[in-house]
């Protein structure tokens, strides 16, 4: 027993000084000086080594917080947040960079990586628009507060490099958005919630006049006002919708509703 008991002794005396070598080595050596922390760092980055970028530029962050890479670090840290999926910090670090430094030459694509960060996803947005990504389920919160920012880089720079780009994703959220709502409205009219149906397809026609989603919107409450005996309301939406999308699906089953409802 006494044996064995100094046997684990032995081996925990050369564990732990292993250990404590390995979290030492972890560490970045102070007397670096910034230049060369920077060109780690920004070799980490270029490899796409998020991790190892972020510890170095954390480091020149702590130890030169007034230096020449101030600003440069600042937005790389930030980019190495987002691509290492940490959004949180990476909106964080952009902010940092526009309260700091509201005159930068690249103070746009601040903005626009809030953007991207705000989703809180690391596949781009354009794979989903392409691969039929289906982004209506997420927490609605993060893509309008990405649409914000969006907003705000087209406002104070529509000719930024990043604008057409922020455009794209625009119309993506809102179209979303659309298709949440319709998500929604179905529900209701599947448990039978009527009035929460037509509030729904309602928002629809108001908020999101500009996508597709209005076609179903319109649908749906011809539907619903023929299935709740408001012919007059149901024939005022069918009229809509025949208006702007006269080969719609809808069409023959909202005139069907309304036949059987008059017979």
């Known amino acids: 027993m006494r044996a064995t008991r100094l046997v684990l002794i032995l081996a925990l005396s050369l564990i732990l000084p292993a250990c404590s070598w390995f979290k030492d080595n972890e560490k970045v050596d102070d007397t670096v000086p910034a230049q060369t922390l920077y060109s780690r760092a920004k070799k980490e980055l270029t490899s796409k080594n998020w991790e190892a970028a972020i510890k170095q530029y954390e480091a020149l962050r702590a130890r030169y917080p007034f230096g020449k890479y101030s600003e440069q670090v600042e937005m790389e840290l930030a980019y190495a947040y987002y691509k290492s999926g940490e959004p949180e910090l990476a909106i964080a670090a952009a902010d940092r960079f526009i309260h700091n430094y509201p005159t930068h030459q690249n103070l746009d694509y601040a903005y626009y990586l809030k953007g991207l960060a705000d989703f809180k996803d690391s596949k781009s947005i354009m794979d989903r628009i392409t691969g039929g990504?289906?982004?209506?389920?997420?927490?609605?919160?993060?893509?309008?507060?990405?649409?914000?920012?969006?907003?705000?880089?087209?406002?104070?720079?529509?000719?930024?490099?990043?604008?057409?780009?922020?455009?794209?994703?625009?119309?993506?959220?809102?179209?979303?958005?659309?298709?949440?709502?319709?998500?929604?409205?179905?529900?209701?009219?599947?448990?039978?919630?009527?009035?929460?149906?037509?509030?729904?397809?309602?928002?629809?026609?108001?908020?999101?006049?500009?996508?597709?989603?209005?076609?179903?919107?319109?649908?749906?409450?011809?539907?619903?006002?023929?299935?709740?005996?408001?012919?007059?309301?149901?024939?005022?939406?069918?009229?809509?919708?025949?208006?702007?999308?006269?080969?719609?699906?809808?069409?023959?089953?909202?005139?069907?509703?309304?036949?059987?409802?008059?017979?």
């Open 133 to 263: 990504y289906d982004f209506s389920d997420r927490d609605p919160k993060a893509a309008l507060q990405a649409y914000k920012d969006f907003t705000i880089l087209l406002e104070k720079f529509p000719e930024s490099r990043y604008a057409d780009d922020a455009r794209q994703r625009m119309r993506f959220i809102l179209e979303s958005q659309a298709v949440h709502e319709i998500k929604v409205a179905r529900h209701y009219l599947k448990i039978k919630a009527y009035v929460a149906a037509l509030n729904r397809t309602k928002y629809v026609i108001e908020h999101y006049q500009r996508t597709p989603s209005v076609e179903e919107a319109l649908g749906l409450q011809a539907t619903i006002y023929a299935t709740i005996g408001m012919p007059d309301l149901a024939k005022d939406s069918l009229r809509v919708l025949k208006l702007n999308f006269p080969k719609s699906r809808y069409i023959k089953r909202v005139e069907k509703l309304l036949h059987l409802r008059v017979s």
